[in-house]
């Protein structure tokens, strides 16, 4: 299926073939069945296990897992992080305004009223962003964002350059020439990453 968006699914997914370009949140399994069985682009979210035969493909088409944490939780994570970006973005934009306008002001011997009020509105705005990005950084920062230790991914054929798979803050990128019959799981320090051996199957969490 293509761009189709799972916003509270729970338990397990089955797809057939191909999740292509998708944003899945479940808060179980994904599972890809099929002669493919691939995921390629767009983003998953999945509370314990991503399991196919192809993750990515050789065009290096940017496709992100976020592995073992409750989709609804991950999404508000995302989302201040999304946000604590767009409003540093623009606190440093008000601030360089701020900076050029004190630099003209410099130069004038009595500056018009109109340029000194944009400079203090522009003031006010970058204060209230500093509170607004403090708040949103001491969120960030303090998220527990602990993935399940049952957790994992199993691509039984190969994982393509361009895959990033996230277990918590702890993050997994495809080398660039690709991995093979790869399984990860989140440790304390790092991901593990172990072969995938069809004869003996990691056990899928329930």
Request: with cysteine; net charge neutral.
């Amino acid at each position: 299926f293509r761009r189709v968006l799972f916003r509270s699914c729970q338990g397990t997914i089955f797809a057939e073939e191909a999740v292509m370009h998708c944003e899945v949140f479940v808060s179980g399994n994904l599972v890809l069945k099929g002669r493919r069985a691939e995921i390629i682009g767009g983003r998953v979210i999945a509370g314990k296990t991503v399991w196919c035969k192809q993750l990515g493909n050789m065009y290096e088409t940017p496709t992100t897992l976020f592995v073992g944490v409750a989709p609804v939780e991950y999404r508000e994570y995302l989302e201040a992080v999304h946000q604590l970006k767009d409003k540093q973005d623009l606190l440093n934009d008000i601030d360089e305004k701020i900076e050029q306008i004190q630099r003209h002001i410099q130069t004038l011997e009595k500056p018009e009223e109109k340029i000194l009020l944009a400079q203090e509105q522009l003031k006010e705005q970058s204060e209230e962003l500093e509170r607004e990005t403090a708040e949103l950084r001491k969120y960030v920062k303090k998220h527990p964002l602990i993935a399940a230790r049952d957790s994992m991914v199993v691509v039984e054929r190969t994982m393509h350059y361009g895959v990033s798979v996230h277990f918590g803050r702890k993050e997994f990128h495809s080398p660039q020439k690709g991995t093979r019959k790869t399984v990860l799981r989140p440790g304390i320090k790092e991901i593990h990453e172990s072969g995938y051996n069809r004869q003996e199957p990691p056990d899928m969490p329930i």
